[in-house]
């Protein structure tokens, strides 16, 4: 119990950290100095002290979208689990919860959208729409995947049962969903190859676009959603890709920490040596990881 | 049994006196509405006994021969499930139809709609072939003079025709399997299920077919749907709420009821089923992406449910052939309950279509926009109802498609390799078939109710009266109650389990038992989500005051944007319609700009049934060509038709005396 809330309170504090490394990593690529690490902490205290400016064609659902949003990563960071520990609310299948919340937030994110009545950003929530319908599935086969390999049915159990041996027995089967799961930690998060998050006014981008009217402490929420989901998401690669039993609770969790950090640099030298995929071209890359998992699961029944 | 015999007779009377004071309009809908609520009523009361009180109940009249025993009703838990929503939705619709109709009522039309209310409430009530064979026709016969309400148009006369032929062609295949059951032995339900376990493996295979295709055709399964997208927007939009609500679902519940006679479930019959369904999930919510017209639209979403219905009952019969009661359990728990709780969210879906067309004349999604401000009840109602149906927490979608993905997890971590595959392909399409519905109700819910109206119509939209809008706020509460109250709610469904698991009352609780501590837990989950988002508008109040100012869209950069420069609806879908246009088949005609000032440029999508026109079209155009040898019998003369009476005469005699 004291374990799993020090891993929500660890979620709370450290998310913004990621995409300061992400950025600084980008800036190693490019010879930069790059922005501060706590940047996204100094944006988020900014914007929440700012003003707000609503267009007239909005209603409450603008208002609301910022709103259920967070609240919904928020409840989503209770359930992850990280670093061996349980997460804070755990029970069987708690992973279709942990999808459909994200799947909230991102409805009231795109109907804030559409509200708008802009071009942009109703551009950006069909593409959203698109792009998660795909990775959907990718995500549940994957869990399904782990799920099947260690006979539990909980975030926390299937990943407390795995461990180095998981590895040397089924290394090939973990392995393929730890590839699966980038992709949707990649293309949930809006990160190169699917989207570019530092621009977001070209006609091709996505999660930027669609909260453009968005300002002050709502534009707040909607930073800090994000990075909430990044953590998230991110924990549930980690903990497939890492699972580091040492005995001790300190170490497992430092390890998983660790392991957060690497994923951070990871997206950051991905964004820094790719180039956007072409949107024609990102449903192969999401139905591509729909069936890598699938042949995980293959592989595991054989 | 008493009050449900007496809701019955109610209906009945009211609809006939009904059609009766049909001189005076205002007489005639206050008897059939009065009529239709009371009889609901009187008939929802036994129904909770049942489930909540353990109840079974049922009441024989005697009926002469040849039709069978007697006029046998019964009601046992899994009656009363369908019974439940069917009243309610009855009574709330009748409600809204009064006002929503208006001078518009024709003559008849009460007297249409609670006989179809009696006769559903029939279906799922007859214990014997011959009374479940009436109530099932005289429910196709009035749900197609509600369909051909609106006479005048050419659109309604197609649809409720198209409705016709495949309401009996479905009937003749449920004839038929009636047919061959009865000659077992009488025509009494118990009767058949004693029969029906004595069956060769054979014969049950060719029931069970029949029954997929005739049940199916009425539940709207793919490809046997055709007539759904037709008939539903052609009806007033309380009869559609009522037939894409509760009527459909009679399907289901004969299937479920039937299938129970024809002994142990092979296991195939569950492979088939969740085949059917994720077939009908995946086409049904894509074909509803690519619609412009909102009624069209709910009316693919009923597909789509009927598909999620139908991998719940997949995985259960699955279970039960595979010896897994956990798998089968939550797979007929999930299914009964998403049963119930598409008849909540898709009436309160459809109600709310009615609204926009009674407000802004039209529902055609690219001529609406901006209609929350002008109808915000009507818009907020829509907007529970559209979050219930893409199965997101923590409304009541959810926790019915949480039980199947649980019943389908259970099937993966099961050692029977066949419901492992069948748990994984559950589970894939469930989660695709979430995906694309939060996107066609974004859509949806977008384009009717947010940005700009785009046309004056649209802005000139007028808020529905009050006997509209307590219908789908009752419905909208519904919606937030079965998901608060999951928990609760559970334990009810186990005697139905029990009664498609043929009488395993332990098996059914143990499984079911499976799922009280996850729904619990949701429970507290959506309790956190709810306390988090009070406590962040506060804080968001708190940061923000009243410093908030209000300007233009900034979109980019345009001075003066428009209304017309909003994403539509068909833009919306485009890359998700695109993606998957092998299957859809999107026909466009297309005026492209031309010169400087363009003017005169149209694009147009029109998106028909793939088995519509690939299949049944040239089907029935053989058919049809095929009779065309027969024209040579009808000659027009009627000493003519007198000689073939005569001859039919005398056939039959020469049979009977054999």
Redesign the interface.
């Known amino acids: 119990m004291f374990l799993s809330l020090t891993n929500v309170v660890l979620a709370l504090l450290a998310a913004p950290l990621l995409l300061g490394v992400i950025n600084r990593t980008k800036a190693f690529f490019a010879g930069r100095r790059g922005q501060p690490l706590l940047q996204a902490y100094y944006d988020l205290a900014k914007l929440l002290r700012k003003d707000a400016v609503y267009s007239r064609t909005t209603t409450w659902v603008f208002r609301a979208g910022p709103v259920v949003g967070l609240a919904c990563a928020l409840t989503a960071a209770a359930l992850a689990p990280l670093g061996g520990a349980r997460g804070l609310i755990s029970f069987p299948c708690d992973l279709i919860l942990l999808a459909y919340l994200f799947g909230v937030m991102r409805f009231f994110t795109v109907v804030a959208a559409l509200d708008t009545g802009s071009s942009f950003e109703g551009m950006g929530a069909s593409r959203e729409v698109q792009f998660s319908a795909l990775a959907e599935p990718a995500l549940l086969l994957g869990l399904a995947v782990v799920a099947r390999l260690t006979g539990e049915l909980s975030l926390s159990g299937m990943f407390a049962a795995l461990s180095p041996a998981a590895y040397a027995a089924s290394g090939p089967v973990l392995a393929l969903v730890g590839v699966s799961f980038l992709v949707v930690v990649l293309a949930e998060n809006s990160r190169i190859p699917v989207d570019d998050p530092n621009t977001h006014l070209e006609l091709t981008m996505i999660h930027e676009v669609m909260v453009l009217d968005h300002s002050g402490p709502d534009f707040a929420f909607i930073l800090y959603g994000a990075a909430l989901k990044l953590w998230v998401l991110g924990s549930l690669l980690v903990n497939v890709v890492l699972p580091v039993r040492t005995g001790s609770a300190a170490l497992d969790l430092a390890a998983a920490l660790a392991g957060m950090l690497c994923l951070a640099v990871l997206v950051g030298v991905i964004e820094s040596c790719m180039a956007r995929v072409r949107l024609l071209r990102v449903p192969q890359l999401l139905v591509g990881a729909v069936v890598v998992s699938g042949l995980a699961f293959v592989l595991l029944l054989r | 049994m008493q009050l449900t015999l007496a809701g019955l007779v109610i209906l009945m009377l009211s609809g006939g006196a009904s059609a009766l004071a049909g001189r005076s309009a205002a007489w005639s809908a206050r008897l059939g509405v009065g009529g239709a609520v009371a009889g609901c009523i009187l008939g929802l009361i036994p129904a909770v006994g049942t489930l909540v009180g353990g109840l079974s109940l049922s009441v024989r009249i005697p009926w002469p021969p040849p039709a069978g025993r007697g006029f046998e009703l019964g009601l046992d838990p899994l009656s009363a499930v369908f019974l439940i929503p069917m009243t309610l939705l009855g009574a709330l619709c009748a409600v809204y139809g009064a006002a929503y109709l208006g001078k518009g009522a024709r003559r008849a039309s009460w007297f249409h709609y609670n006989t179809l209310v009696a006769s559903m409430m029939a279906v799922v009530l007859a214990r014997d072939a011959v009374v479940f064979l009436i109530a099932w026709e005289t429910m196709a016969l009035s749900s197609f003079f509600l369909v051909i309400h609106d006479h005048g148009k050419a659109q309604a006369r197609r649809a409720a025709w198209l409705y016709m032929v495949a309401t009996h062609l479905g009937t003749a295949f449920l004839l038929a399997m009636f047919a061959i059951l009865c000659a077992r032995g009488s025509a009494g339900f118990d009767a058949l299920a004693r029969a029906g376990a004595a069956l060769p493996a054979p014969l049950a295979t060719v029931l069970f077919v029949f029954a997929l295709v005739g049940f199916g055709t009425k539940a709207g399964f793919m490809p046997f749907h055709v007539w759904l997208p037709e008939a539903h927007p052609a009806a007033p939009s309380h009869v559609s709420a009522l037939m894409s609500g509760i009527m459909i679902k009679t399907g289901i519940y004969g299937l479920m009821r039937v299938l129970g006679f024809l002994g142990a479930p092979a296991p195939w019959w569950g492979g088939c089923l969740l085949a059917v369904g994720v077939t009908s999930g995946v086409l049904g919510v894509l074909f509803a992406l690519a619609q412009h017209d909102l009624k069209r639209l709910l009316a693919y979403h009923s597909v789509e449910n009927i598909g999620i219905i139908a991998i719940g009952l997949g995985l259960g019969y699955l279970g039960l052939a595979h010896g897994l009661p956990a798998v089968a359990a939550l797979g007929f728990a999930g299914a009964l309950l998403h049963v119930v709780n598409h008849a909540v969210f898709k009436g309160l879906l459809f109600l709310g279509a009615g609204a926009v067309l009674h407000g802004a004349g039209t529902g055609e999604l690219d001529r609406l ?2 209609l ?2 002008r109808m915000p009840g009507t818009g907020a109602a829509f ?1 529970v109802g559209a ?1 219930a149906i ?4 923590p409304l009541n979608g ?1 926790v019915s498609e ?1 039980l199947i ?2 019943s389908a ?2 099937g ?2 099961s050692p029977s ?1 066949a419901v ?1 595959v069948a ?2 392909s559950g ?2 399409g469930l ?2 078939i ?3 519905a ?2 066609c ?3 949806a ?3 009717v109710f ?3 109206p785009r046309t004056e119509q649209a802005a000139a939209a007028q808020e529905a009266g009050p006997a509209m809008r307590w219908p789908m706020a009752a419905l909208a509460c519904l919606c937030g109650a079965i998901g608060i109250f999951s928990p609760a709610v559970l334990p009810l469904l186990a005697p139905a389990v029990a009664v498609v698991m043929k009488g395993a009352p332990e098996a059914a609780t143990a499984g079911l038992a ?1 799922a009280a ?2 729904l619990t ?2 429970v ?2 959506a309790a ?2 709810a306390l ?2 009070a406590a ?2 506060a ?2 109040f708190r ?2 005051g009243a ?10 950069g345009y001075a003066a ?1 428009a ?1 017309r ?3 539509t609806a068909s ?6 319609t695109d ?1 998957f246009a092998p299957l859809l088949r999107t026909r466009r005609e297309h005026v492209p700009p031309k010169g400087i000032f363009p003017a005169g440029t149209t694009f147009a999508t029109e998106t028909d049934d793939l088995f519509q026109r690939n299949l049944y079209a040239p089907l029935f155009r053989m058919t049809g060509a095929a009779l065309a040898w027969f024209r040579w019998a009808q000659q027009g003369r009627v000493q003519l038709y007198v000689l073939y009476i005569a001859l039919t005469l005398l056939a039959l005699l020469l049979f009977c005396v054999e």
């Open positions: 926009g901006g929350l401000k907007l979050v893409c199965g997101l927490p959810f949480f993905y649980l997890f259970r993966v971590v390799a492992v748990g994984l589970l894939a989660a695709l979430g995906g694309l939060a996107a109700f974004t859509k819910f977008g384009v947010l940005g700009e499976a501590t996850p837990w949701i507290a989950a956190v989500l988090l988002v962040l508008s804080l968001r940061l923000l410093r908030a100012r209000q300007a233009v869209t900034w979109d980019c944007p209304p420069m909003q994403y833009s919306f879908a485009q890359p998700l993606l």
